[in-house]
Structure formats: C-alpha cells, structure tokens
C-alpha cells in the first residue's frame, strides 16, 4: 500500500531563477492560449494534446517533462471548459488570458531529486538547476511531483507501507461541535478538543467580509479605492484560510494522539450533514447558527482525519448522529438538553453528565449495538480540554457604528470579551440532533 500526501510550504522570497522559470512557465501558457485562439476563431481541425506537445517541444527554456506537464494542464482546462459548455453553460471560457506573466512551473518525478534538507529541480539542459531548501518534518519518500509558485513551493510525496498497521481494537467515538469541536471518549477516559479558537476565526472572517462590501460597495468600479479594498480583502482571506488550515491540522492530528494512545484502530465520528459547509438551506435556524453551522471547515476536518489516521493506523467511520445528544445513557429517556450539562428529566433517573461526552458516549454505544442500548455505556464524568493552537486576540479594527447616542467600548478588554462571548449561548444552536 501506498499513501500519498501533498505538502505545502512558503520557501521565502523568490529568487530570480525562481522568476526566470515561472516566466517561461507563463511564455508557454500565453503561446498556447493564442495559438488555441487563433484555431478555434478559423473553426480549423481541433487540436490534440499530441499536436501541442510536438509543436511547443523544446522551445522553452524548461525541462521537458516540466513542457508536457503544463500542456496536459492546459488540455485539462479546456475539456472542463468544454464539458461544461456542452452542459448549457455557455458562460464557460476556454483559456483567453494570454497575457500572464507568471505561471506555475510543475516538475516530474524524474526531474527532481532529494538531498538531504534540500530538492534539487532540474530544468533541463543549459538552465541552472532549482535548489529549495525544505522544512525538516517533510515526510519521507519518494517525490513524485513538485509544483512552484509564488514563495511556495508543492511536493507530492509518495510513501510505501509494507504491512497496515492498527493502533488497536478500541474503539474512540467523537462527537464534533462548535464550541467543542471534538468531544472523545473511549469509554472510560475522555478528551474534549475545544473549537474557540476556530469559531472565533470564523467570526472574524464573517465580520471582516461584511465590512469589506459595506465599503466596496460604495467605491466606482474600478477606480484605485476599490481595487485596493480587493487586494487587502484576498489578503485577508488568504490569511484567514491558512490560520483556519492551521487549527484544523493541528486539532485533528491530537484527535488521532488520542486515539493511538488510547489504543484504538477505529474513530468513529457523528455524521452530521447539517453542519457542512454548504448544505445550510435545508434547516432553518436563527441567524447566528446558520452563519457558525454554515462555515465550519467540518468536511476539511474529516479529511484531515482520514489521512492522519491512516499513517497511524487509525480507521475513520461515519454514524448518523440522530438523538445521540439527546438520549439518556442510563434510562433512554429523551429530551433536549440546554447549557453544556446534560441534566436527565426523568424522575427516576439521577444522571448528570457533559453534554458533549453524553454525545459521544451514545456514538460509540450506537456503533457497537446499532442502536443507543440504555445502561450500556455511561460518559466519564470529568473531561481533559486540550486547545489546538493558541489564537492571537483579534484586533477589531473595523469602524464602530454608533448606535442611539451610545458610545461603544472599543478598548482590547472589550474586543477580547466580544470574541470569547457566546459560551452562554443556548446549546440547541449547534445540535439538531
Ligand atoms: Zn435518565
């Protein structure tokens, strides 16, 4: 068996091969987006990917795999394009930019080498060969593919596993939320992986974006304002996606700690399709959970978990989620609970526990018996928090509305307040289940 995994990083600033070969990269891209052009207005014989190859072969200043690499790319955009455009989207463009200036310069396996701390990239004959330094923690194995552009440097890597291993024959079940993201429980310990942070991202980003077309929307098309309000808005986005890619990586790889060292070779999360990102319509909620429902990264996490667990040897399943933070561990009785303690409403019953943990609790008691069994597992009664990454204060620098003549506390206290505020809030918010 194989894995392969891609890793990304920022190798600094460019230098000027770098410059050079994404240039050339993007004098490719532009020649074969005008000779493409020019067939397609003649209404001449559609040209193959076999066409190309032959004609733009070793005109370049790049390695020859790294030419054939950016024509199949090309040939892959325009069958998309014509997919679409045989669907009824007659929108769909073929290429037409053919004034790049810089383009991504994509290398084979047979043009890169490994040495040490650093990938050697060949260019071909007569060009200087690429040498990035890498991050130390890049997994080893094969590369198979590498990919550069601005300050950022892909690398495919393949890695061979002779035998599967398995972490262990328990069973971890989690139930994902907001505020907690991951509740986990193996029965008898439990770990809870709390989602501030992330909300608090995800706020922020909300936030910011209303305040950018609040203000787009008052500058000319295309005057200086609103192309700089543009810029600093995909900054922000940009910034915003790698804080969250962050807290993801880090959140799922101590959600599979968890489980390795809790000795289990199956993580079983709550299925929840209503909290994905896009699928929000369906159900409708107050304004303030739709907006936490529809933007958390839940589908990212998944597939974080996914391949984290397979190089540990941990299985991820899916289970619907239906009642299990609703049920009572002990008696079955059903209620929906509010606040973050689970309080049973049955007058026989006495039990008390974390909502969060009742939840997963029940997951793991559902994998196992196909259907909540009361009495057969009760939740631990403490929790161990873990904090994925530490989240900087946010600075709220946006303008303050006024409102009635009240004047807003703007000062850090209050901003910290603002984004840690909301652990009151009623807890049906989140579950729907
Ligand atoms: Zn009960």
């Known amino acids: 068996m194989s894995l392969i995994s891609v890793s990304k990083f920022n190798i600094g600033q460019t230098t000027p091969l770098q410059t050079e070969l994404r240039r050339e990269s993007a004098r490719l891209w532009n020649d074969m987006v005008k000779l493409h052009k020019f067939i397609r207005k003649r209404r001449w014989k559609w040209p193959f990917r076999g066409d190309f190859e032959k004609h733009f072969k070793s005109k370049y200043r790049l390695h020859s795999q790294t ?29 037409y930019r053919d004034r790049k200036h810089f383009q991504v310069v994509m290398y084979k396996a ?3 080498k490994r040495k040490g701390n650093r990938v050697i990239l060949s260019n071909g004959l007569g060009v200087k060969k690429l040498i990035v330094r890498i991050p130390k923690d890049i997994p080893i194995g094969k590369i198979t593919g ?48 709390v989602g501030r942070g992330l909300r608090s991202l ?18 000319k098309k295309g005057s ?7 810029v600093a808005k995909a900054k922000m986005l940009f910034r915003n996606d790698n804080q969250q890619r962050n807290f993801l990586h880090h959140a799922s790889k101590q959600m ?41 990264p839940l589908g990212q996490l998944l597939t974080y978990l996914k391949y984290k667990g397979k190089f540990q040897g941990v299985e991820l399943d899916k289970i619907g989620e239906q009642y299990t933070t609703q049920t009572c561990p002990k008696c ?39 259907r909540i069994e009361k009495g057969y597992l009760l939740p631990p009664l403490v929790a161990k928090y873990r904090r994925p990454v530490k989240v900087p204060v946010i600075r ?15 000062t850090l206290d209050a901003a910290q307040a603002l984004s840690s505020a909301g652990g009151k809030t009623p807890s049906e918010l989140f579950h729907v289940a």
């Not at 706020?203 to 974006?209: E, G, V, W």
Request: proline share 2%; with cysteine; glycine share 6%.
């Open 67 to 95: 030419n054939q690499a950016l024509i199949k790319k090309f040939f892959a955009n325009i069958e998309t394009t014509s997919e679409n455009r045989k669907a009824g989207d007659k929108k769909a463009r073929y290429p």
């Open 110 to 112: 047979s043009a890169i």
């Open 146 to 193: 590498a990919e550069l552009s601005f300050r950022e440097l892909r690398l495919t890597i393949k890695q061979d596993i002779k035998t599967i291993k398995s972490a262990g024959s328990n069973v971890v079940a989690a139930d994902l939320g907001v505020i907690h993201l991951a509740a986990m429980t193996d029965g008898e310990t439990s770990e809870i992986i």
């Open 202 to 219: 995800i706020q922020y980003r909300n936030k910011k974006l209303a305040e950018f077309s609040r203000l787009l929307s008052k500058c």
């Open 224 to 230: 200086r304002r609103s192309r700089k309000l543009r």
């Open 256 to 296: 599979i700690d968890y489980c390795v060292k809790q000795q289990a070779g199956m993580l079983v999360v709550g299925d929840c399709i209503n909290m994905s990102k896009n699928a929000r319509k369906k159900k409708k909620g107050s304004r303030r959970s739709n907006q936490m429902n529809s933007n958390n």
């Open 332 to 370: 079955g009785h059903r209620h929906k609970p509010s606040g973050r303690n689970y309080q049973c409403k049955n007058p026989e019953c006495d039990f008390i526990g974390v909502r969060d943990l009742v939840g997963s609790a029940n997951i793991k008691n559902k994998f196992e018996n196909g």
């Open 396 to 410: 709220l620098n946006c303008v303050v509305h006024l409102t009635d003549g009240m004047l807003l506390d703007n």
